[in-house]
């Protein structure tokens, strides 16, 4: 049973405008969250977090929204760039480890297409 | 330039060859990771090395074997792998404490074909 679902396999977006990537969650242990970006031929590069204790965190052009009743978050990108062109992953994990290090639990992805 | 390098980039192998995979991460963090992205499936989380210990199997074939000999450097070791195996393996760095929440760095992959 997949614990971390992007529904949406891929999206188009006229560049200028603004791009939202949807995440839901079904494990209430997660409490660590994290979206990156990967290029082909490349490995994902870390984008944005949020701690579960947030509903919102902001990084110049990305914002990342947390709604913990709904177990969604979105990242929005305004302004769209051709840049932001790539796959996009959303990533959850559990707080709280004795000493252990962080299981990340990934979704299958959003392609992310930016229209000039 | 994200600090954790992989080599091979590319690399295809028959199913009775042996081969190792290697990862280094230059960021001084203290764990390590193994990763499998197959087409069309999210990464699938394979092993954790915390501090050169391992600390996770997430029920990987005994095929795939890894080795942490420093907390810089991690190895997987391939043999006798079937073509399903085929894949994108990924390496990732953390620097982990308890209960601290921390962005776990990937290096570029390894294209892996089995032929």
């Known amino acids: 049973d997949q614990q971390v679902k992007q529904n949406s396999p891929s999206l188009s977006v006229q560049e200028g405008r603004i791009s939202i990537l949807n995440c839901d969650y079904t494990n209430s242990m997660f409490d660590y969250f994290l979206w990156y970006k990967k290029y082909p031929a490349e490995g994902p590069t870390f984008l944005i977090s949020?701690?579960?204790?947030?509903d919102k965190n902001e990084d110049g052009r990305f914002t990342v929204f947390l709604n913990k009743s709904a177990k969604h978050l979105s990242l929005h990108i305004v302004p769209s760039q051709p840049g932001d062109s790539a796959v996009y992953f959303c990533?959850?994990?559990?707080?709280?480890?004795?000493?252990?290090?962080?299981?990340?639990?990934f979704g299958q992805g959003t392609r992310l297409t930016i229209n000039p | 330039e994200t600090g954790v390098t992989q080599t091979p980039r590319h690399l295809v192998m028959g199913m009775t060859n042996k081969k190792s995979l290697k990862c280094e991460q230059h960021?001084?963090?203290?764990?390590m990771y193994w990763y499998k992205q197959s087409a069309k499936k999210p990464l699938e989380l394979m092993f954790v090395y915390n501090f050169k210990e391992q600390t996770e199997n997430n029920s990987v074939p005994s095929r795939f074997s890894p080795e942490c000999p420093n907390s810089s450097h991690l190895f997987l070791h391939l043999h006798t792998l079937q073509p399903e195996d085929s894949a994108l393996y990924l390496c990732?760095?953390?620097?982990?404490?308890?209960?601290?929440?921390?962005?776990?760095?990937f290096g570029p992959g390894t294209r892996l074909l089995v032929l």
């Open positions: 990533a959850a994990s559990e707080g709280g480890r004795d000493q252990g290090a962080q299981k990340l639990v």
């Open positions: 990732a760095s953390s620097n982990n404490g308890a209960g601290l929440q921390e962005t776990q760095y």
């Open positions: 960021l001084g963090h203290n764990a």
């Open positions: 949020i701690s579960s204790i947030k």
